[in-house]
T-cell receptor, first 114, second 112 residues
Framework: SQQGEEDPQALSIQEGENATMNCSYKTSINNLQWYRQNSGRGLVHLILIRSNEREKHSGRLRVTLDTSKKSSSLLITASRAADTASYFCATDERSSGGYNKLIFGAGTRLAVHP | DTGVSQDPRHKITKRGQNVTFRCDPISEHNRLYWYRQTLGQGPEFLTYFQNEAQLEKSRLLSDRFSAERPKGSFSTLEIQRTEQGDSAMYLC??????????FGSGTRLTVV
């Protein structure tokens, strides 16, 4: 089963603009991770934010986490055509068996036009 | 290690045939996961191994699906009597500490 919703489902912007994607989830988490997937390929880990963190930066990426609202956002600044991909948030949950697993949202398809 | 390897990259099979996929994780990673992804959706958890022990199977895994990880190294996912609904991308991931999951490029299965 999937954890939650991502918004928007699709986003189309011009190069140089910022792209913001939102993610909501349902249960308690250890951390939240964002992944990128180019068409027909595997997922690439972008950034991880722990449940006790509120904001994190990595290059042109900025992630926020609001555990009270069970939501996160990913901001890509100064977008490039090469950023065109699907972006997924994934919550890292601890199961009753004591191990962790990632639960993904449905993703946001980002298209950046030159 | 260059990452997680999956083989084959693509598989086309006739309905009713059996297929087997292989995943070679990063060697020091003791945790291995299988996910299934259909078009336009996020990956869905299928099963998890810690070393050679299979600790969880999703309800998505019918009796036609079986996964193994002998000796805690590579893993195989077998689908028996394939159905058209099994068509999807099957992704494998491994991790050591749950803070960095490394995914393979996936095996795309098409059942005709």
């Amino acid at each position: 089963s999937q954890q939650g919703e991502e918004d928007p489902q699709a986003l189309s912007i011009q190069e140089g603009e910022n792209a913001t994607m939102n993610c909501s989830y349902k249960t308690s988490i250890n951390n939240l991770q964002w992944y990128r997937q180019n068409s027909g390929r595997g997922l690439v880990h972008l950034i991880l934010i722990r449940s006790n963190e509120r904001e994190k930066h990595s290059g042109r990426l900025r992630v926020t986490l609001d555990t009270s609202k069970k939501s996160s956002s990913l901001l890509i600044t100064a977008s490039r055509a090469a950023d065109t991909a699907s972006y997924f948030c994934a919550t890292d949950e601890r199961s009753s068996g004591g191990y962790n697993k990632l639960i993904f949202g449905a993703g946001t398809r980002l298209a950046v036009h030159p | 290690d260059t990452g997680v390897s999956q083989d084959p990259r693509h598989k086309i099979t006739k309905r009713g045939q059996n297929v087997t996929f292989r995943c070679d994780p990063i060697s020091e990673h003791n945790r291995l996961y299988w996910y299934r992804q259909t078009l336009g959706q996020g990956p869905e958890f299928l099963t998890y191994f810690q070393n050679e022990a299979q600790l969880e199977k999703s309800r998505l895994l019918s009796d036609r699906f079986s996964a193994e990880r002998p000796k805690g190294s590579f893993s195989t996912l077998e689908i028996q009597r394939t159905e058209q609904g099994d068509s999807a991308m099957y992704l494998c991931a491994s991790t050591l500490d749950s803070y960095g999951y490394t995914f393979g490029s996936g095996t795309r299965l098409t059942v005709v």
